[in-house]
T-cell receptor, first 113, second 115 residues
Framework: AQSVTQLGSHVSVSEGALVLLRCNYS??????LFWYVQYPNQGLQLLLK??????LVKGINGFEAEFKKSETSFHLTKPSAHMSDAAEYFC???????????FGSGTQLTVLP | DAGVIQSPRHEVTEMGQEVTLRCKPI?????LFWYRQTMMRGLELLIY????????DSGMPEDRFSAKMPNASFSTLKIQPSEPRDSAVYFC?????????????FGPGTRLTVT
């Protein structure tokens, strides 16, 4: 079985500050890990993915995430927050043999002016 | 490409009525997923299809829910009879086998309100 835990359902940062959204996973097989973003009243959009290649993954809009097997973590970061980053972020896990994703509970990011 | 198309975007219905949600996946995609999103339960996978065949429907909450995919370009999720606890946003997503695991493209969702 696979699962992800997102620490912090709400995170607030000031514009220009570092964004750090936490995700820990559990998987009995090598995991594929993803971050998706959901803007208000929209569907989810893929930000970035880890599929066993480079452990530091760069995504769209300046976001990146680092896969740390020893810590079973896949935290999402962005050096400088922008107002347009305000959204809900979901971490998800899958595996090579599975097609479905298992999502975390989401983290709502608020960017303060 | 137009992306995943869902209709209607909003649906308000009374308890006991039948509700049908529709989805058109991206052309060429061979996987289709139905999700439900609520504040209480988050994002849940209900069912997914591969080449129009249901593969895993273990997330379908009960017999009142049914899903079909009569062809590669159309799928429906039906609730009969509907209940207030079915109120949620329902998402459809599609992906292609050669695209990579987990790269799903989501539609804008259907917000269902059952009164």
């Amino acid at each position: 079985a696979q699962s992800v835990t997102q620490l912090g359902s709400h995170v607030s940062v000031s514009e220009g500050a570092l964004v750090l959204l936490r995700c820990n996973y559990s998987s009995s097989v090598p995991p594929y890990l993803f971050w998706y973003v959901q803007y208000p009243n929209q569907g989810l959009q893929l930000l970035l993915k880890y599929t066993s290649a480079a452990t530091l993954v760069k995504g769209i809009n300046g976001f990146e995430a680092e896969f740390k097997k020893s810590e079973t973590s896949f935290h999402l970061t962005k050096p400088s927050a922008h107002m347009s980053d305000a959204a809900e972020y979901f971490c998800a896990v899958s595996s090579y043999s599975a097609r479905q994703l298992t999502f975390g509970s989401g983290t709502q990011l608020t960017v303060l002016p | 490409d137009a992306g995943v198309i869902q209709s209607p975007r909003h649906e308000v219905t009374e308890m006991g009525q039948e509700v049908t949600l529709r989805c058109k996946p991206i052309s060429g995609h061979d996987y289709l997923f139905w999700y439900r999103q609520t504040m209480m339960r988050g994002l849940e996978l209900l069912i997914y299809f591969n080449n129009n065949v249901p593969i895993d429907d273990s997330g379908m909450p009960e017999d009142r829910f049914s899903a079909k995919m009569p062809n590669a370009s159309f799928s429906t999720l039906k609730i009969q009879p509907s209940e207030p606890r079915d109120s949620a946003v329902y998402f459809c997503a599609s992906s292609r086998l050669g695209q990579g695991v987990g790269e799903q493209y989501f539609g804008p969702g259907t917000r269902l309100t059952v009164t």
